[in-house]
């Protein structure tokens, strides 16, 4: 059977983890062992089941009732196999609502039909738009508090309507009750002006494979099989558009070209593979292929690029900020990576765009990235994995930030060739930052100016006089003094990333 991922958004106490609830309670998807013990902890007045424990699991949301980190839950109809992502409901956990979204066929924006469109409404429905999910529906919960009055409903439907229009997309709108059930599973004979599906129904229905074949073929080498010396395959997964046997392919970075001759899973041989499917390709040819790589269709590979634009989320609280250094991945492979400027910040709910230095916590905007090694590039709006990348701090490897590339920049956007180089680009150039370190003694400063450039780096040595010329350039100035902290400690934080030079100044 068919598998479709969606998420489920909305404002605080909007009813989501309830829907959810229901929707596994309606559809017998729950374990009775697992519903007598929801069951033992509802601690409910009237003696009813809180359906919201199926999916709100931690401690604190039990207690606060609220949706705090991404609840996965898994279920299968007749019809087609599902994952549901349910995300939190408040701002400052935005950074979780695009984690679940970013994989989704489909969203669920669900609506309070008492307090109409929030927000935080606007917000997630936005938040979908960027992330390319291509169905949306916006639930109007609640609708039995509201005595299912039809004009409520259409207010929401109309007033959404709108707003998805500036979005360029369009949702599907359904009033229902999570609660008691309307509209979740079964038609409700309470919403007569409603002829819609119900909310299974439109999932049961969604065309998930309309887009299978509309990508260009994508296949990032996770590794090399090699158990004998008859046999070299390339073993992945398909990220995009559709691979035969007998199509001619091209390894990039490399630009080696070849023809598939086999598909290989664990079941045997495949006549075609799809997005999504992880299997092992062989070629006709004798290629280098190594993890990294990529392997794509002759006629449309991708963008080899170390310059572009791209719409970012910050997931961490230390924030993304121009000169830093950062380590971007994308699908196998690593670059070094520098913001060079924060474009612009972007406010979700009206899709404004503000002038700002840096972006916080769950602050989405544009920022320009340069990359010391070119990396293999599609839009996002072309494709969602060979557009999408991970920021990450490079001295502790947490994300930063989750990326989406806009734009492409080729050489001639770039600088005029008479404009001096950007610190940035002297840093990613080097492969380190500029900086002052300061050792105790002229014979010290010696040896470890020798051990430095011996490994690559830019240095100078300055006995005395400023060292602010040659950090701006991207130099490591040595001077003599006192500090208080370790040499190891002031040469790892002048690092881009941790190849083989971490700790390395242990004894000099």
Not at 39 to 61: F, I, M, P, Y
Not at 68 to 86: G, L, N, Q
Not at 332 to 339: F, G, K, N, S, V
Request: glycine share 8%; charged share 25%; with cysteine.
């Amino acid at each position: 059977m068919e598998l479709l991922r969606f998420s489920t958004a909305g404002s605080v106490d909007d009813g989501k983890s309830t829907l959810i609830g229901r929707l596994l309670f309606d559809s017998k998807a729950i374990p009775d062992d697992q519903y007598e013990a929801i069951k033992r902890a509802s601690n409910n007045d009237d003696g009813g089941v809180d359906l919201a424990l199926l999916t709100d699991g931690l401690r604190a949301e039990r207690e606060q009732k609220i949706t705090i980190d991404v609840a996965y839950r898994y279920f299968a109809t007749p019809k087609r196999r599902f994952i549901i992502a349910d995300t939190p409901g408040h701002a400052q956990y935005t950074r979780n609502m695009v984690t679940g979204a970013s994989t989704a066929q489909a969203a669920v924006i669900l609506v309070d039909a008492r307090n109409g469109l929030l927000e935080q409404s606007r917000r997630h429905a936005a938040l979908s738009a960027l992330l390319r999910v291509p169905h949306l529906a916006v639930a109007v919960n609640k609708m039995d508090l509201v005595g299912f009055d039809e004009g409520v409903f259409r207010a929401i439907e109309t007033e959404f309507a709108a707003f998805a229009s500036k979005l360029g997309v369009t949702a599907t709108a359904i009033p229902l009750s999570a609660l008691a059930g309307d509209n979740v599973v079964e038609r409700s004979k309470n919403t007569p002006y409603y002829a819609g599906p119900s909310l299974l129904e439109w999932l049961e229905g969604l065309p998930v494979a309309e887009t299978r074949g509309s990508e260009p073929f994508r296949f990032p080498v996770q590794c090399v099989i090699r158990p004998h010396q008859n046999f070299r395959g390339f073993a992945g997964r398909v990220v995009g558009g559709v691979v035969r046997p007998g199509d001619a392919v091209i390894a990039l970075p490399s630009g080696k070209r070849s023809t598939v001759k086999e598909i290989v899973t664990a079941d045997g041989y495949l006549a075609e593979a799809h997005s999504g499917e992880s299997v092992v390709l062989t070629l006709t040819d004798e290629v280098d292929i190594s993890r990294g790589d990529l392997i794509a269709m002759q006629e449309s590979p991708p963008t080899t690029a170390r310059r572009f634009t791209a719409t970012v989320c910050v997931l961490s609280e230390a924030g993304l900020a121009p000169g830093r250094p950062y380590i971007a991945t994308h699908t196998t492979r690593q670059a070094a990576a520098i913001i060079e400027k924060i474009d612009y910040r972007l406010a979700v709910e009206n899709l404004e765009k503000e002038e700002t230095r840096g972006l916080a916590l769950n602050e989405l905007g544009q920022a320009t990235i340069t990359l010391a090694q070119p990396l293999l590039l599609d839009p996002y709006t072309q494709s969602r994995e060979m557009g999408g990348f991970l920021l990450l701090d490079p001295a502790t490897s947490v994300p930063v930030a989750a990326g989406m590339v806009t734009e492409i920049l080729t050489e001639s956007d770039h600088e005029a060739p008479s404009e001096p180089w950007t610190r940035a680009e002297r840093e990613l150039r080097h492969g380190h930052r500029g900086g002052v370190v300061v050792v105790a003694d002229r014979a010290a400063a010696a040896a470890l100016e020798r051990e430095l450039v011996t490994r690559g780096w830019y240095t100078a040595f300055v006995e005395q006089g400023s060292t602010d010329t040659l950090t701006e350039n991207g130099i490591i100035a040595i001077t003599l003094g006192e500090s208080s902290q370790p040499l190891e400690t002031q040469l790892d934080t002048l690092l881009l990333m941790e190849q083989n030079q971490v700790g390395f100044a242990e004894g000099i």
